[in-house]
Every structure is written in structure tokens, then in C-alpha cells.
T-cell receptor, first 112, second 114 residues
Framework: QQQVKQSPQSLIVQKGGISIINCAYENTAFDYFPWYQQFPGKGPALLIA???DVSEKKEGRFTISFNKSAKQFSLHIMDSQPGDSATYFC???????????WGAGTKLIIKP | DGGITQSPKYLFRKEGQNVTLSCEQN?????MYWYRQDPGQGLRLIYY???????QKGDIAEGYSVSREKKESFPLTVTSAQKNPTAFYLC?????????????FGPGTRLTVL
């Protein structure tokens, strides 16, 4: 039973463009929403995260937008670069046991 | 990576065999996790351990077993009861209380059943 739905499954963006990945969750008992970046053959690494009392968080070219009422959050990558080509996962942490529930992932390709 | 070692990187198994995947960490983190990753799916939790000598089943524990005898080590055994074990296996650690509550991942082991 998937509680975090991520879209799109794959995304191609031109260099310098904006990449947008969306996630929606069903359970209101989540208290932390991280995004992870994974390169082929490697483990995921934390990219940026947000808590539900904040509507936006920005770190460099990466921004999370969070809409608590709609139960949605998104990752925006500004000025996308070929080095950003990777698979991105959103996740939501259950407040009760701190387990992460993962989205299915988005394969992002940045074309030079 | 960085403080979490998984071995081997690639593992081939014949049907009916048990295999053990190694996960070692030198980050002094209390919590350790095993995830399974399949193409087109998110990470699914197999087992987790919050403290030495204690572990709990995750969402897909059937056909797997673990032990946590040392803080640094959390090996995963894939038994012959696991019907479709071919996948990428990831070990992770976490220290509760960090502001970011980040999980750190190892480089993974790719298991293929022949």
C-alpha cells in the first residue's frame, strides 16, 4: 500500500531549465519530508528536507515547496545541470516510529 | 557511502541457497536499516534495529533474517524462502535526534539469483 505517490516516473529537461518533481501523501501523521538523490550503482544521499510547519525551503538551486492542506510537496531544481542527472526519491517520515515511506522515484535526465 | 561498508558489491546465488549480506558502519549510529530496491519502485523496508540485540520486521521481512550482536554490524540473510530475491539491497544508519534526522546509506549489494 503506497502512501507516497511520486510523479513523473521519468523527466527530461534541457540544461539550464527547471526540473519539477511532485509527491503526494495520504497519511497526516508524517512529520518530516526528505528528498534523496541517487546515482547509478550508489546508495541514496539526502539532498534537502522540510518539516510541515514550513511552506518552502531553499538550498542553493534546490527548493522544496510544501502544501500541507493539499498533502503535496515538490522539488524544484533551478538551472538544471547534466550533473543533476540521477534518480530522485521523495519520502515521508511516520511520526509514530520514525520510519520513512518512500515514493517510487523519478529518473531525471538533463540534456546538455 | 562514507562510513558504511556493504559487501560484496555483487552476489550471485543459486536457487535454494541462503546468502548473507554484510553491513558494517563506523559512524557510531544506533539505528540500522535494510532496504530492498527494485526497478520502478521506491525503497522497501526489510528489517530495522534501533539498538544492539533488538530488531523489528519491516514491510517485507518474509524470507529474510537479521542479527544485531554489535553496534557496528547488521548482517542480512536472504533465505531460500524468499521467492524473488534478485534486487539491489541497501543498508542505512541513523542517529536519532539529529536535526536533519538523516539516514545514511551504504553503496549497496546487487543480488542475482541464477
Amino acid at each position: 500500500q503506497q502512501q507516497v505517490k511520486q510523479s513523473p516516473q521519468s523527466l527530461i529537461v534541457q540544461k539550464g531549465g527547471i526540473s519539477i518533481i511532485n509527491c503526494a501523501y495520504e497519511n497526516t501523521a508524517f512529520d518530516y519530508f526528505p528528498w534523496y538523490q541517487q546515482f547509478p550503482g550508489k546508495g541514496p544521499a539526502l539532498l534537502i528536507a522540510i518539516r510541515p510547519d514550513v511552506s518552502e525551503k531553499k538550498e542553493g538551486r534546490f527548493t522544496i515547496s510544501f502544501n500541507k492542506s493539499a498533502k503535496q510537496f515538490s522539488l524544484h531544481i533551478m538551472d538544471s545541470q547534466p550533473g543533476d542527472s540521477a534518480t530522485y526519491f521523495c519520502a515521508a517520515r511516520a511520526a509514530s516510529n520514525y520510519q520513512l515511506i518512500w515514493g517510487a522515484g523519478t529518473k531525471l535526465i538533463i540534456k546538455p | 557511502d562514507g562510513g558504511i561498508t556493504q559487501s560484496p558489491k555483487y552476489l550471485f546465488r543459486k536457487e535454494g541457497q541462503n546468502v548473507t549480506l554484510s553491513c558494517e558502519q563506523n559512524l557510531n549510529h544506533d539505528a540500522m536499516y535494510w532496504y530492498r530496491q527494485d526497478p520502478g519502485q521506491g525503497l522497501r523496508l526489510i528489517y530495522y534495529s534501533q539498538i544492539v540485540n533488538d530488531f523489528q520486521k519491516g514491510d517485507i521481512a518474509e524470507g529474510y533474517s537479521v542479527s544485531r550482536e554489535k553496534k557496528e554490524s547488521f548482517p542480512l540473510t536472504v533465505t531460500s524462502a524468499q521467492k524473488n530475491p534478485t534486487a539491489f539491497y541497501l543498508c542505512a544508519t541513523r542517529t536519532p535526534g539529529r536535526p536533519t534526522d538523516e539516514q545514511f546509506f551504504g553503496p549497496g549489494t546487487r543480488l542475482t539469483v541464477l
